[in-house]
């Protein structure tokens, strides 16, 4: 209709509105634009002014919504009605001197909150209260979830307490902003106020209070009575409510609830495999993740770049190469190369399984590399006992890419410091944490400067840094701690050391079985007898360690004094050949400790 009203001439506000109109709801929004600008006279007919453009573009998005079809993308609709061109149009609504309709200016909210354009969302509300709409309960609901989804949540708060009254929607985007800000208890509380109204919550409304659940400890109870609301109120059958509330569980480690919880669900989309697949690896369920991987493939389902990343994870710990390097073909396939969180997984999968020129390859072709990239690489080389390679990367991205190092980088630089034995370059750099590059040092950092004294054998001076520094020491301190004073020896910190281990952990066996060892090399045999018969009273039996091997494409599974593999004769006796191989070459042996047998 444009083209031929441009042909003949024609640019009446009818023929004006109606282009405007068809291309709006065809989400053909640059013509809409261009039908916009070429109107000679906007003012002159309310059909054709800036507020038509606004309240178009919503009413064309929403009824898409509404028909189940396409969404205008969100790029179209910033461009139209948000950023600087719902500046624009704004500015040209009160240029002409029309009041804007309550419609427009909540489809202008709703694109503000949409886009995270702020300062124009205070802008309008300025507008709101200056033309006297600060009583309309659309408008105040619009910026309620406009402030909350811009991290305002003080100012959705203040919105929302001035509220004469309010809906469903205000309640929702209330709840939601506390959630997604941290406000958690917060959040609950505004919950159990919804309930005590004529305003049941919705599907939006449970999903942002599980959230919210999830980030405390000690909320198992309102968890519980929620999983109780979904299913009275038939949420159950909701994919996001059911994925959030797998997400709950899995992160409190309620593994076998959230199993459960999949399980009795008929329809799983991939909403609902992104949430599992992503809980059992996070708990270290690297096989069920895998087996679900496998049949969400089967299923014809699309992985999120959430799912790869957590299924190579669950590769890296299962040690899995083969399989790592599958989904590093579905990763190239699907185009989530460009994606972090993903290339920084595939870097530490293949750390992990001790293909680490892998991993240097993924890293040097990834061509935008951030602080997760520099950090993850620098812990691969660490972890693989690499430590010149990791300081040498460190130092090259702070000298020549200018990287700017956090914490998390440090942390990993010091790993390696730790495995490679250097010490003093291990102090120089904690001290660089804190006066070159201005950083607080943070429990991670001096657990592992703790623990590179110990193992250098400086237990001592190890001891005096747990004292001085201002955090009280952790069981990974206190346990790595008395690893070392094994090692060298030490039987007075090693019982300090054991002692302060069964005050954080009393039925953990480890303690009791390293502190028993130490003792025994000491020749303090009733000590010895002692300690058993404490492990023996509190300590529960620990379950044997398993360990995975890849050999032809098959993973193998094993575990302490295991004699169920098939070929268990052939491999013990192998081991045998080696054991004697290495003692003829001289080589020490590393003593490993079968607690499980204690």
Not at 32 to 53: H, N, W
Not at 335 to 356: H, P, R, T, W
Not at 386 to 401: I, N, P
Not at 477 to 500: I, N, P, Q, T, Y
Request: with cysteine; aromatic share 10%.
């Amino acid at each position: 209709m444009f083209v031929i009203s441009r042909t003949i001439g024609l640019c009446s506000a009818y023929i004006s509105k109606h282009s405007l109109r068809g291309s709006v709801c065809r989400g053909i929004l640059t013509a809409a634009r261009k039908v916009f600008c070429e109107i000679p006279d906007r003012g002159e007919t309310r059909q054709c002014d800036p507020d038509s453009l606004v309240s178009y573009v919503g009413r064309s998005s929403y009824m898409n919504l509404e028909k189940g079809g396409e969404d205008v993308s969100d790029r179209e609709l910033a461009y139209t009605s948000g950023g600087c061109d719902t500046s624009e149009s704004f500015y040209q609504m009160n240029g002409v001197g029309r009041k804007p309709t309550k419609y427009s200016l909540c489809t202008a909210l709703n694109t503000c909150a949409k886009t995270l354009n702020l300062r124009l969302g205070k802008q309008i509300h300025a507008h709101i209260v200056q033309i006297g709409y600060e009583d309309n309960l659309f408008l105040n609901s619009a910026l309620v979830d406009l402030y909350a989804k811009c991290d305002a949540i003080m100012e959705a708060r203040s919105v929302f307490c001035c509220m004469t009254r309010h809906d469903q929607v205000s309640w929702s985007s209330i709840i939601a902003g506390f959630s997604q800000n941290g406000y958690c208890i917060e959040a609950i509380v505004m919950f159990k106020e919804m309930l005590s109204t004529d305003f049941k919550p919705n599907s939006f409304t449970y999903v942002s209070v599980i959230s919210a659940c999830t980030g405390l400890t000690g909320a198992l109870e309102e968890v519980s009575l929620l999983h109780t609301h979904v299913i009275k109120l038939g949420f159950n059958s909701n994919s996001f409510v059911v994925s959030s509330l797998i997400d709950c569980y899995s992160k409190w480690g309620m593994v076998d609830q959230a199993s459960l919880l999949f399980g009795e669900t008929t329809k799983r989309d991939n909403i609902l495999f992104n949430s599992i697949i992503s809980g059992y690896s996070q708990n270290l369920y690297g096989e069920e993740a895998m087996k679900l991987f496998m049949e969400m493939r089967n299923k014809h389902l699309s992985p999120t770049d959430h799912t790869l990343t957590s299924i190579l994870n669950a590769s890296g710990s299962l040690t899995v190469l083969q399989h790592g390097r599958q989904i590093h073909s579905l990763v190239t396939k699907m185009g989530s190369e460009s994606n972090v969180f993903v290339v920084s997984a595939l870097i530490d999968m293949y750390s992990k399984c001790g293909s680490i020129d892998c991993a240097r390859c993924v890293f040097d072709q990834t061509v935008e590399k951030n602080s997760v990239l520099w950090t993850s690489m620098i812990m691969g080389y660490a972890q693989s006992g690499r430590g010149f390679e990791a300081l040498e990367l460190f130092e090259h991205s702070v000298t020549k890419d200018r990287f700017m190092p956090d914490h998390v980088c440090f942390t990993a630089v010091l790993t390696a410091c730790n495995h490679a034995g250097f010490l003093e370059r291990g102090i120089e750099y904690f001290n660089k944490l804190r006066m070159v590059y201005g950083l607080v040092p943070e429990l991670d950092q001096y657990a592992c400067l703790v623990d590179l004294y110990a193992r250098n054998g400086h237990l001592r001076k190890a001891k005096e840094l747990m004292e001085e520094m201002p955090y009280t020491p952790n069981y990974v301190m206190w346990s790595s701690f008395l690893s070392s004073c094994k090692v060298h020896g030490e039987v007075d910190l090693a019982r300090e050391a054991a002692h302060k281990l069964i005050e954080l952990e009393p039925c953990n066996a480890a303690h009791y079985v390293t502190l028993s060892h130490i003792y025994a090399r000491a020749g303090l045999w009733a000590e010895v007898a002692e300690v058993r018969k404490l492990m023996q009273q509190k300590a529960k039996r620990k379950s044997a360690g398993w360990s995975w091997l890849e050999v032809d494409k098959a993973v193998h599974v094993f575990s302490v004094g295991d004699i169920a593999h098939p070929c268990s004769g052939d491999i013990y006796g192998e081991l045998e050949k080696l054991n004697m191989e290495m003692k003829e070459t001289n080589c020490m042996l590393i003593e490993i400790e079968n607690i499980g047998e204690e």
